[in-house]
């Protein structure tokens, strides 16, 4: 797998929410590869680990994800994007509290706007948006700017054996949090002749400070080897962002990518760990 980059120049890659749990990996690794410039576009604007010199390294600014002109004036300025926003109990799914503990930045939702419409879908579609419109001047014609999105595994139930009944029994605000997630994949996927999808599906994602998921990786990564169709192998959060970002640099790479491809790419990233 090629992940060189013709030209000196480093790429300009704008990361919304490169504060959070994924996304401080992908500036990580982004800036690791030496390929890109990295911007991250967040609530707060700050470096998570101000003592880390790959993050230091990146452009830290404050911005509202879902304010258009802010959206507009970022994107414009970059060759790539990456969607790391998220939320996993919105301000409707009375678990709110949870996000202390699940969230790696400990943001608090905002009341009223921090629903997963507004926080996935919304900030993504006008990302998108942005990004095509860039992709429609001429001095971009035939080039397909990278997009990636971080979605989840479950995303994918319905086309695996049982999961739709899986689905019907979920509590009804992981249906909401599925319904914004595949909002923004069948926005890139009706985008593919301008923009070119980086669609990461992981599971649970982990690392060894990460307590609250430690206990039940054992349980998913036993059913996914047993072949549970509806639960795939959970990941390390440095993969996932290994992986986006050996996706954003291999132009062969487009769509979903599941845990076995998510591995494939975090080994090729030719960057150490």
């Known amino acids: 797998m090629q992940l ?29 590869s030496g390929k890109f410039a990295v911007t ?4 707060r604007g700050e470096c998570p680990k101000p003592n ?25 300025q970059s060759d790539a994007v990456v969607h790391a926003i998220g939320l996993l109990f ?37 990302a998108i948006a942005a990004l095509k419109a860039k992709n429609a001047l001429p001095a ?18 319905p086309d695996v054996q049982f999961g739709e009944q899986v689905e019907a029994a979920a509590p009804e605000w992981l249906k909401r949090y599925l319904v914004a997630k595949r909002a923004v994949e069948a926005e890139l996927a009706s985008s593919t002749g301008s923009l070119r999808p980086v669609i990461v599906r992981p599971s649970l994602i982990w690392d060894w400070k990460k307590f609250d998921v ?18 795939d192998k959970t990941v390390r959060v440095e993969d996932v962002g290994r992986s986006i970002v050996a996706g954003l640099l291999d132009e062969s ?13 975090s080994e090729a990233l030719e960057v150490p760990r």
């Not at 390294?57 to 802010?70: E, H, R």
């Open 4 to 32: 060189t980059m013709p030209g000196a120049d480093k790429r300009k890659l704008l990361v919304i929410g490169g504060n959070g749990f994924v996304g401080r990996q992908v500036c990580k690794y982004a800036v690791r």
């Open 40 to 43: 991250s576009l967040s609530r």
């Open 52 to 76: 880390d010199p790959e993050l230091a390294s990146v452009t830290w600014v404050a911005g509202n994800a879902l304010d258009k002109p802010t959206v507009d004036k970022y994107v414009g």
């Open 90 to 126: 919105d301000v409707n799914s009375g678990l709110t509290f949870l996000n202390t503990f699940t969230s790696a930045s400990k943001s608090k939702p905002d009341e009223g706007e921090s629903t997963y419409d507004n926080i996935t879908r919304k900030t993504a579609l006008l």
């Open 140 to 157: 971009m014609m035939g080039k397909r700017a990278p997009f990636g999105f971080v979605s989840c595994a479950e995303s994918g139930w």
């Open 214 to 231: 430690l206990p039940i990786i054992p349980f998913f990564n036993l059913a996914s080897a047993i072949g549970v169709p509806f639960v």
């Open 253 to 265: 790479v487009s769509g979903v990518q599941r845990f076995e491809a998510m591995e494939q790419l």
